[in-house]
């Protein structure tokens, strides 16, 4: 597979692709590259529906030059274990950012939550984080109070008197029950509102709707929480009663 960064024209046929409902992994064929690296580029301009390939080109562009400047105040990557490839883990982080970004999580907040994710142990102090990042202790603060606020991130007391930012198995688990919560809270106010806009009426009528869309999201979200739980404190293969996987027959 080729490497480099994409070109113009390949950022072009991106753009077709995408105009022509192709999935990632179509156009990444057509291009000879990985679906990845496409995957990267459309989540980190735009998204599916508002990549554009000129803004998407000028946007690298600036990226890079960003990038050039700042290569000499930084220090070297962190040394990468199981001997993983440290580019590869770098542009995944990336790539995670970028798509955490597209779901609606402010920049810096999605940098912190996959620079905690992405580490073996699950947890940093605020000092890795600005060094990992480069960016200010502010920023590394108000990202994790932030996180803190959608159950995404805990702290716990470090060696002497730091504190750390860990997620762990459960961090999933809680963040989605908030999210049922926050949405259960939308469906009550809904309610309210069709009560206001009196029942029967074209807005109350839609009021009523959207909090029956709502109840049914929230309960379904909660309950799915509940039930895949285990998943998040088992082994990969092993199903929640912790008995091994049946392995398919190869005859």
Known sequence: MPGGRLTQPERQQIALG??????????ARRLDRPTSTITREV???GGPTAYRAEAAHRATERRSHRRRQAAPRGPQAPAQAYGRDAEAVREYEEL????????????????????????D????TASELVQRLQVSPASVSKAIAF??????????QGEGRRERYVVDDDIWYQSMI????????????ARQGVRVLVPGTPAATRLENIARF?????ESTARAAEQ???ILRTPPGTPPDGTAEPRPDRG
């Open 18 to 27: 995408l105009a022509d409902g192709l999935a990632y992994a179509e156009i």
């Open 178 to 189: 908030a999210s049922a919560r926050a949405i259960a809270q939308l469906v009550e106010t």
């Open 43 to 45: 989540m980190r301009n």
């Open 228 to 230: 895949a739980r285990e």
């Open 96 to 119: 995670f950012t970028d798509v955490m970004t597209a779901s609606g999580m402010p920049t810096m907040m999605a940098r912190v939550l996959a620079c905690l994710t992405l580490t």
């Open 214 to 218: 709502l109840d049914f999201v929230s």
């Open 121 to 124: 142990t699950g947890h940093l």
């Open 147 to 156: 996180l803190e606020s959608q159950a995404m991130v805990r702290r716990e």
